[in-house]
């Protein structure tokens, strides 16, 4: 093989290296084109057919939001490996894998961000919290996303000395 060349069909390296290239591009380029549509897991694709789930767009709020990956964008299915640290890790899990509040951190837990409430006012004293909810949130099995559910889960979850 002469210097210069990567297979002995005459291909280049650079040429070769270009190739290499264009097709990581268009991997990515597809990935992201999937994301944009509002692709599902296949498993949940699956579950529309059959008529088991409603379709992604009734399932979907008003205006949902679109997180921008932080390195790639992920793969469905795989293991999750994450340890704990003890008892004062006991949201560990939630916060990892689903447990969505009314706002958000960024990346860098510099800034609180909008997330199943899309906007708030706090009063001046802060002893009172208005927050405006994403408009056509579900939960999992498709009920709406509202108010009272917020209400709940002060009164009868948080505020509960049984269950803290």
């Known amino acids: 093989m002469r210097d210069g060349e990567a297979f002995s069909l005459g291909v280049t390296r650079r040429t070769f290296m270009a190739g290499v290239g ?26 529309v057919k059959d008529g088991k789930l409603p379709p992604l767009a009734e399932r979907l709020p008003k205006n949902p939001m679109v997180v921008t990956p932080h390195e790639k964008i992920g793969t469905y299915g795989g293991t999750l490996r994450r340890g704990l640290r003890g008892s004062s890790d006991h949201n560990g899990i939630l916060r990892m894998v689903g447990n969505q509040g009314l706002v958000r951190w ?3 837990f510099t800034e609180v961000l909008p997330n199943l409430a ?44 049984e269950l803290y």
């Open 22 to 47: 264009g097709v990581a591009a268009l991997s990515v380029m597809g990935a992201s084109a999937r994301a944009a549509a509002g692709k599902q897991a296949l498993e949940l694709e699956a579950l």
């Open 106 to 108: 960024n990346m860098d």
């Open 118 to 161: 899309v906007k708030w006012e706090v009063n001046d004293d802060a002893s009172q919290f208005t927050f405006h909810l994403l408009e056509g949130a579900k939960w999992s099995d498709g009920h709406p996303f509202t108010a009272d559910d917020v209400v709940f889960a002060i009164e009868d979850c948080i505020k509960n000395k």
